[in-house]
């Protein structure tokens, strides 16, 4: 074991993992999602033994199907999706827990069907369970579910007490914010706010956890951490991938709603918040919410704060690859953006006058997502060269994924005779100190669900506020159609209006 990992300090973090006796239902349960991510995030917590003991799957969805039928699907999930290559006997240990509740999601009956198949477990187990409801459907259905749990009495077993029943909800939370207030309005009238975990997937990815360490963890970085030093903050969460077979899905949603009113706003939440009281999720969560209040409303149009764009044909990876408006399912006449790029103001004490600049697109030049904090420049005159200074500003950046780690520039002499820098990069790697057996995001969020720990979901007003400061832009966007669209060649770092928003600031996105 590294010498890292048996450090006191460390064994002082960590949380106690135990879950109580839990059933978790997967809603959607031969669905996309749970075969890629949540059987196998399951089968890899029962691997590490971070499974209680009394563990029971139960898949429900309208497709008829016999518990037998449903082990054999997960089963395959596991083989073919799994970090792990599937050991039969930890299978087993699953397996023989798993069964199947066929049943329409606005079917009374068949909720009071599923109540007496979890009954049935309790009785059989001689004591309580805590039941957790996974809600991985389509967002349609997402309100006859709640309402169903909360007429047939699932949701409120247990009340009062730790091991009570949990429901677990998958993004799209709502398209804009009228349809969030009136999900959550659903959700108020079923389940308590501490019943509830909204996921947003990159909040389990380990670096994004590791930026409230490297923030609070180390005494360095607080002090610098303001408008004092740092002159902006740049945010990219770029794709490499196409929309692929998800066009449907995709025409319906684009990237603002898709990627930046969730995954983005939630690093800028966690790289702008203010220290939190402690490491409880209300105090994390009510410090995200303030600093997403203080977000100033865009100004939308023409030389505004908000560039969008759609992919081109054009080359990933070697390849040509076809453009948005060619893709399988998409209108050739489509308004949908593939790309956004923002810059906030955040109107606080700690950030005024510091841009933050965030960017997500489909079909760019690589897969990486990264934080990345530029400070102020250094005063040249000591390193003034020909009468010209070009100290490097410092850069701190996380890097997000792949490749996970965190990196700082720094300005360096070059050896020799006479006193010239260079800016040199200083690297530490996640997977060259701790190995690269990283859990997946979606096991840390079905263990914390299970353990009832919401430090990493999303609150139900941290939804709504961050889709406060969207909503504005998708209707002005729906009220212009095509107008102010731009398009950038596949395999490329975006449009030329995503450059002209850093250029006002005499600024350019850093290449990743
Ligand atoms: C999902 C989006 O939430 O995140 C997808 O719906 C996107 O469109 C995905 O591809 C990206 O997640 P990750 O973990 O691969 O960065």
């Known amino acids: 074991?590294?010498?890292?990992?048996?450090?006191?300090?460390?064994?002082?973090?960590?949380?106690?993992?135990?879950?109580?006796?839990?059933?978790?239902?997967?809603?959607?349960?031969?669905?996309?999602?749970?075969?890629?991510?949540?059987?196998?995030?399951?089968?890899?917590?029962?691997?590490?033994?971070l499974l209680p003991a009394d563990f029971f799957l139960v898949g429900y969805?309208?497709?008829?199907?016999?518990?037998?039928?449903?082990?054999?699907?997960?089963?395959?999930?596991?083989?073919?999706?799994?970090?792990?290559?599937?050991?039969?006997?930890?299978w087993e240990r699953v397996a023989r827990h798993t069964s199947y509740v066929a049943g329409g999601y606005d079917e009374a009956p068949a909720f009071e069907r599923l109540a007496r198949h979890i009954d049935a477990i309790e009785a059989g187990l001689g004591r309580?369970?805590?039941?957790?409801?996974?809600?991985?459907?389509?967002?349609?259905?997402?309100?006859?579910?709640?309402?169903?749990?909360?007429?047939?009495?699932?949701?409120?077993?247990?009340?009062?007490l730790p091991h009570h029943s949990k429901v677990v909800i998958e993004k799209p939370f709502g398209r804009d914010l009228d349809s969030a207030r009136r999900l959550n309005d659903t959700i108020r009238g079923v389940f308590q706010e501490e019943q509830v975990f909204r996921i947003d997937h990159y909040l389990g990815k380990e670096t994004v956890q590791d930026l409230l360490v490297q923030r609070f963890a180390n005494s360095i970085f607080e002090p610098l951490w303001n408008r004092n030093f740092?002159?902006?903050?740049?945010?990219?969460?770029?794709?490499?991938?196409?929309?692929?077979?998800?066009?449907?899905?995709?025409?319906?949603?684009?990237?603002?709603?898709?990627?930046i009113q969730n995954h983005t706003m939630q690093l800028v939440a966690l790289t702008a918040m203010?220290?939190?009281?402690?490491?409880?999720a209300e105090a994390i969560r009510d410090e995200k919410v303030k600093l997403l209040r203080a977000?100033?409303?865009?100004?939308?149009?023409?030389?505004?704060?908000?560039?969008?764009?759609?992919?081109?044909?054009?080359?990933?990876?070697g390849k040509p690859v076809p453009g948005y408006l060619e893709e399988e399912g998409i209108d050739a006449q489509s308004a949908t953006e593939t790309y956004v790029a923002l810059r906030l103001s955040i109107n606080n004490w700690r950030w005024q006058g510091v841009p933050f600049y965030v960017r997500s697109g489909k079909r760019l030049a690589r897969r990486v997502s990264e934080i990345a904090i530029n400070f102020r420049r250094p005063p040249g005159t000591l390193f003034a060269q020909g009468g010209r200074f070009d100290l490097a500003a410092n850069t701190l950046s996380f890097q997000i994924q792949p490749d996970e780690g965190l990196s700082l520039i720094l300005n360096t002499k070059i050896p020799g005779l006479e006193t010239r820098t260079q800016p040199v990069k200083m690297s530490f790697r996640y997977a060259t100190t701790?190995?690269?057996?990283?859990?997946?995001?979606?096991?840390?969020?079905?263990?914390?669900?299970?353990?009832?720990?919401?430090?990493?979901?999303?609150?139900?007003?941290?939804?709504?506020?961050?889709?406060?400061?969207?909503?504005?832009?998708?209707?002005?966007?729906?009220?212009?159609?095509?107008?102010?669209?731009?398009?950038?060649?596949a395999g490329s770092w975006g449009p030329a209006g995503a450059e002209a928003l850093l250029s006002a600031g005499g600024q350019v996105w850093r290449q990743p």
């Open 1 to 49: 074991m590294a010498e890292t990992q048996r450090h006191p300090f460390l064994h002082g973090l960590s949380k106690h993992r135990g879950a109580p006796p839990t059933v978790v239902v997967i809603f959607g349960a031969s669905g996309d999602l749970t075969a890629r991510k949540l059987i196998p995030a399951i089968y890899n917590l029962s691997h590490d033994n």
């Open 61 to 90: 969805g309208r497709k008829p199907m016999s518990d037998d039928e449903f082990r054999t699907l997960a089963r395959e999930a596991v083989g073919e999706f799994s970090r792990r290559e599937l050991n039969p006997g930890v």
């Open 128 to 160: 309580d369970v805590q039941r957790l409801f996974y809600i991985s459907t389509p967002p349609s259905v997402f309100a006859p579910i709640i309402e169903n749990l909360g007429a047939s009495g699932l949701a409120a077993k247990h009340l009062g």
């Open 230 to 259: 740092i002159a902006s903050v740049q945010i990219t969460v770029a794709e490499e991938q196409g929309v692929g077979s998800r066009g449907g899905y995709y025409e319906q949603s684009g990237a603002l709603r898709d990627m």
């Open 274 to 280: 203010e220290p939190p009281v402690s490491l409880e």
């Open 295 to 317: 977000i100033q409303p865009l100004t939308i149009g023409p030389h505004g704060d908000v560039a969008r764009a759609q992919y081109g044909p054009g080359l990933t990876g």
């Open 434 to 489: 701790f190995g690269s057996n990283t859990p997946e995001a979606y096991e840390r969020l079905v263990l914390d669900a299970m353990v009832g720990d919401g430090t990493l979901f999303i609150r139900g007003d941290e939804a709504e506020t961050s889709w406060k400061l969207c909503t504005p832009v998708l209707d002005y966007w729906r009220s212009v159609g095509r107008e102010g669209m731009e398009s950038y060649p």
